[in-house]
């Protein structure tokens, strides 16, 4: 998924064992997921990081992970079927479906206000719908 741009900027997966040290959300708890978690999460396979960059900075980041929505994330069973009737035929309505939940998200401080955020996440969801 190493996706350059005209402008120079890339995103791309976080590689193994690759640290940052540079980037600041103004949200500590997500800037400490990306200098010191982020590696851990993907060698247990618990979460993908992707860094959105240009050649000096990191401008953003988002993470995956692999979830499912279940009868149980309902608060009744008559909401989940509603949420399954509109969307599958009866043959593909199970008890559980997958799903990918974005972790993280952080926009440089820097960036706030350019679209960055809306962007990666329109991406998000354009990969995953059009990956069928």
Do not use: W
């Amino acid at each position: 998924m190493d996706n350059e741009t005209t402008s120079g900027q890339v995103l791309r997966k976080l590689k193994e064992k690759e640290t940052i040290k540079s980037f600041n959300c103004g949200d500590a708890d997500l800037n400490d997921f990306l200098f010191n978690e982020a590696p851990l999460y993907s060698n247990a396979l618990l979460a993908v990081t992707y860094i959105y960059e240009d050649q000096n900075n990191v401008l953003a980041y988002f993470s995956l992970a692999n979830d499912r929505i279940s009868l149980t994330d309902f608060e009744h069973t008559t909401e989940f079927n509603r949420f399954r009737k509109r969307r599958f035929v009866n043959e593909k309505r199970l008890k559980s479906y997958p799903a990918v939940k974005i972790c993280r998200l952080g926009v440089s401080e820097n960036c706030k206000g350019s679209g960055i955020g809306t962007g990666l996440l329109n991406f998000i969801k354009k990969a995953i719908s059009d990956n069928k």
